[in-house]
């Protein structure tokens, strides 16, 4: 069996692997988000987070032809626009007003690469209603969690749950990688005695 290579830097998809009983390596792909952004801006938005998954494992799979390249991205929508990852708590205080009260939505695509080849991909969605959130409560989340690094300025997986008044989908989903279709992949490719069958 190849061995399986995660082609991201993200702590939160790592931790999901792991809990999910697979054994890799991480390896940051040197893949130009920035530039392929730009690119792909005519696509559907849920076809944009397939395509930067699929750069950014495709990069790494080249340069590691006989391992398995997992490839994941995730992109929050409202009303059509994207919302780009904060970086600072004034920004995230921006999105976070700007979603209160509404509906959102948060796609996340994942892929599979083996010798530079595309092997399997996936897109989910999941809608996200949040609460009416007071400037306070805006504050207090943020100093809680501090999710400038995070889709939307939450992070689900922590506090950030806890801001919604309703959720249509998967948890996995919105945290970034649609984790139950990778893992019954992977099954499908190396038999039912791998530890990952503790998933289900």
């Known amino acids: 069996m190849p061995s399986i290579i995660l082609a991201s830097g993200s702590l939160i998809r790592q ?13 940051i792909s040197d893949f130009n988000e920035e530039i392929a952004k730009q690119v792909i801006q005519h696509l559907p938005i849920p076809q944009r987070a397939a395509a930067l998954a699929r750069g950014k494992a495709e990069m790494v ?21 994207t919302l780009s990852k904060a970086g600072n708590a004034e920004k995230a205080a921006q999105q976070l007003a700007n979603l209160s009260g509404k509906t959102h939505q948060q796609h996340s695509a994942v892929c599979l690469y083996f010798n530079g080849i595309l092997q399997w991909e996936t897109i989910e969605s999941a809608q ?23 889709c939307g300025s939450y ?20 945290q970034g990688m649609p984790l139950k279709g990778l893992i019954g992949f992977l099954l499908s490719l190396i038999g039912k005695n791998h530890p990952t069958r503790q998933y289900y």
């Not at 931790?15 to 390896?27: C, E, Q, R, Y």
């Not at 590691?64 to 059509?80: M, R, S, T």
């Not at 996200?128 to 995070?150: C, G, H, N, V, W």
């Open 128 to 150: 996200l209603t949040m609460r009416d959130l007071s400037e306070q409560e805006i504050k207090d989340y943020i100093k809680l969690d501090e999710p400038f690094s995070a």
């Open 15 to 27: 931790t999901m692997l792991k809990n999910a009983g697979l054994d890799f390596s991480v390896i």
């Open 61 to 81: 799979s080249k340069k590691h032809p006989d391992a398995l390249v997992i490839g994941a991205d995730q992109i929050c929508e409202l009303d059509g626009v």
């Open 155 to 174: 992070f689900f997986e922590k506090n950030g749950k806890n801001l919604f008044a309703e959720i249509i989908g998967e948890a996995d989903v919105i």
